[in-house]
């Protein structure tokens, strides 16, 4: 049977109803879904992974184990969450205080990596293809592309689709060394001019 056209849920993990699970997606050990999540087609949610009931998670989005995607977190299509990586939802909790309705929204767009033991603040937006360096910190917004590293996390260069790092010339251009595709710098912007 095709794997694109089952569910795989190990049978350890907690999925509850009502669930919105797309296609070809597997689950994996001790993870909990809770109920009203929705996960599109062929995710991959490793062990101990833990999905809120208003998280949103695109197709094709692999979270390794022990990451807990809370309420109000988006990952959009092709996201790559590193192990053991942490998202939050309160930007200033007290558990004597109950911030439920406070929630932040946090915004990872198509095809962003953030590395293992990364920790994003709440109420940011990472944009498309950004890479977050292992143990990073953000507490901004991250342009598209950028590649954000230390605590806070700061921007070191650009990187391509694929995650290779990007050199660009004196005119501004540069290309990815894996899939030859052109990138443009303008205005502190990064685009691609030439899709292979």
Known sequence: ???????????????EEPRNIGTGTRIWHWAHVM??????????????VFVGSKARL???????????????????????????????????????????????????RQGASIGANATIICGHTIREYAFIGAGSVVTKDVPAFALMMGVPARQAGWVSKAGHRLEF????????????????????????????
């Open 1 to 15: 049977m095709n794997k694109n056209s089952t569910i795989k849920i190990h049978e350890t993990a907690i999925v």
């Open 169 to 196: 010339d004196k005119q501004n251009k540069a290309t990815c060394p894996e899939t030859g595709e052109e990138y443009e710098l303008r205005d502190g912007k990064v685009r691609i001019i030439s899709n292979l």
């Open 35 to 48: 109920p009203g999540a929705n996960i599109g087609r062929d995710c991959v949610l490793g062990q101990n």
């Open 58 to 108: 695109g197709n094709n989005v692999h979270v390794q184990n022990n990451v807990s995607i809370y309420d109000n977190v988006i990952l959009e299509d092709d996201v790559f969450c590193g192990p053991s990586m942490v998202f939050t939802n309160v930007i200033n909790p007290r558990s004597h205080v109950n911030r439920k309705s406070e929630y932040l929204e946090t915004v990872v």
